[in-house]
């Protein structure tokens, strides 16, 4: 087993991120945790790359579109359709437009924990009901009711891996391995170093 600084999670700005002028401010969040960016690059995905991106677990489709139903269910409202496939293949179709209408910032943080930090700090996937002090709950305000009923995919700055399992996947599907820049920054010292005897003269 590696050692649990050492596990790494892939983030990217989405267009609206961009478009924000947030892309600053989002690299803040995850630096100031202590976590090290070891990858980064700006392009405009290819839509079968971001298809491939989603795919890349097979329950993906599914997962989203049983989540949705049951947030229409909850709000006592029917969803587009009752079977979670067609849901999530919507969803899909949407975030294909989204992430392709413009350039998006792809990175890969490292960390102790890098993949649940990350998500904390993201925050939860629709802004409307994501924590405030999370990026996502302080930075925009969109819902799944309104991405549904304009047909489109929620816009929430960012995509950053949800397990340890999907990082491991998106990272090598975004990045070549010579992209990616091993080296140490002098601050892992003081979060990870185990006797602290480098400090007193
Ligand atoms: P994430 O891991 O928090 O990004 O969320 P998911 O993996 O569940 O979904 C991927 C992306 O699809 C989200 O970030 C949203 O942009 C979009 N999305 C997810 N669920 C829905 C939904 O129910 N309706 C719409 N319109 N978009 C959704
Ligand atoms: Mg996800």
Do not use: C
């Amino acid at each position: 087993m590696t050692h649990p600084k050492e596990e790494r999670t892939f983030v990217m700005i989405k267009p609206d991120g961009i478009q924000r002028s947030l892309v600053g401010e989002i690299v803040k969040r995850y630096e100031r945790v202590g976590l090290k960016l070891i990858a980064l690059k700006m392009f405009v995905p290819k839509e079968e790359m971001v298809e491939q991106h989603y795919l890349l677990d097979p329950n993906w489709k599914r997962i989203v579109g049983e989540k949705a139903i049951e947030s229409y269910r909850k709000k006592g409202m029917n969803p587009p359709s009752g079977k979670p496939e067609e849901v999530g293949e919507r969803v899909l179709q949407g975030l294909k437009k989204y992430l392709t209408a413009g350039p998006v910032v792809a990175m890969v943080w490292q960390g102790a924990h890098a993949v649940e930090v990350v998500r904390k700090i993201t925050g939860g996937t629709e802004p409307r009901s994501s924590d405030v002090g999370t990026i996502r709950g302080d930075y925009v305000l969109d819902s799944y009711q309104m991405a549904d009923t304009d047909g489109r995919a929620v816009r929430n700055l960012i995509h950053a891996s949800g397990s340890l399992e999907e990082a491991e996947k998106e990272i090598p599907h975004w990045f070549s391995k010579d992209e990616i820049v091993n080296y140490k920054i002098v601050q892992e010292k003081i979060l990870y170093d185990v006797n602290l005897d480098g400090i007193l003269e």
